[in-house]
């Protein structure tokens, strides 16, 4: 039998505007929407009702299961927890971020983390989630290991997404070897002779490794329908790069001179939203709110505080007044899905998958009341 749900007296957030009415949902997809009509119906009391959102880059769920150093939590519980997080976010699909290729900074190790790739598996097939769980791979160029880690993904799971990273010393985020100083030695306590032998090592290590290891990591990728991102960006040269690998998002980038030259080169711009939030980056980086008012920002990711990102869409007009907030919203549904090849979702619009977050904003933070997912109340 077809089940059907309406839902009515909502301000409905549209690819363009907001209409007031209601929306009715069939077997888990969107089915119409009426504007000032009266149904019957969950009478949602004048709320927004905006997509569900999509997120592509998260490390959130290494802090459930690493939550302290030298402590480890059950894999599944783990992922549990970060899913309850997220979907009462508002997000109903989720790539999770994994780390390939470690050094001497890594919380966890490879078999960890595809241990916890594992864990999302085995909690998908077992109907244990409430977001839709997808894999992202952060691959640290520079490691000697990530090849082998790499391969050991794509052998047994379906990745989604993959992003080339390189975090040695001088490059991208840590162009300055002075704030790769503060972070590393203030992060892992070490001494000044232990930093300098750490620093020259992974120098060396991005000398002999990055470059091959960018090709060969993009040529896995590419035959097998995986998007590329690239990270931290910093100068034209790296946008240039990051073109002529295929790449279809840069993540993150440092500067506004990498942010324009990713849009003129049809590559979309992903920006954290606790950088909106907070109003600039913790690490000195060109800020997301300048980005968005100069028209170079296409998709906000919530990075580290799965909440952000609803704060950030209802910040966001108030921030730069010439962003509508059906503006605000796409950045982190429809624009996201797109960047990925997920056609099905990311729209209020008949036919596509009933992945919906009931929100009220008043003054201060938005409260998100209700998640759905594919017509199922999740959170």
Known sequence: ?????????????????????????RDGMIADFDTGATRHGEDLGGDYLVPGFVELHTDHLENHYAPRPGVRWNAVAAVQAHDAQ?????????????????????????????????????????????????????CEVSAPDVLDGL?????????????????????????SLDSYRAFYQGKMGMSDAAYEAFANKRIAQADEFSARH???????????????????????????EAAADGVSIAEFPTTIEAAAASRAADIRVLMGA????????????????????????????????????????FALPQLVPSIS????????????????????????????????????????????????????RVS
């Open 151 to 175: 391969a050991g993904f794509l052998d047994i799971l379906p990745v989604k997404l993959v992003s080339l990273m390189d975090h040695s010393p001088g490059q991208r985020q840590f162009a």
């Open 86 to 138: 997220v979907a009462g976010a508002g997000i109903t699909t989720v790539f999770d971020a994994l780390r390939v290729g470690m050094d001497e900074d890594a919380r966890t190790t490879t078999s960890e983390m595809q241990m916890l790739a594992g864990a999302i598996e085995t909690a998908k097939r077992e109907d244990r989630l409430r977001a839709d769980h997808l894999l992202h791979l952060r």
């Open 214 to 240: 960018r090709r060969e990591i993009v040529d896995l990728c590419h035959p097998r329908g995986i998007a590329v991102a690239s990270h931290d960006d910093a100068t034209a040269a790296h946008v240039d």
């Open 274 to 313: 606790p950088n909106l939030v907070r109003g600039g980056s913790h690490s000195g980086n060109v800020s997301a709110a300048v980005l968005a008012e100069a028209g170079q920002l296409d998709i906000l990711s919530s990075d580290y505080v799965p909440f952000s990102l609803m704060v950030a869409v």
């Open 1 to 25: 039998m077809m089940r059907e749900q309406i839902f009515t007296h909502a301000r409905i957030v549209l690819d363009d505007e907001i209409v007031e009415g209601s929306l009715v949902v």
């Open 325 to 376: 907030l059906p503006e605000a919203v796409r950045l982190v549904t429809r624009a996201p899905a797109e960047a990925v090849g997920l056609s099905d979702r990311g729209a209020i619009r008949p036919g596509l998958r009933a992945d919906l977050v009931r929100v009220r904003a008043g003054e201060g933070v938005p409260v998100v009341r209700s998640v759905w997912r594919l017509g199922e």
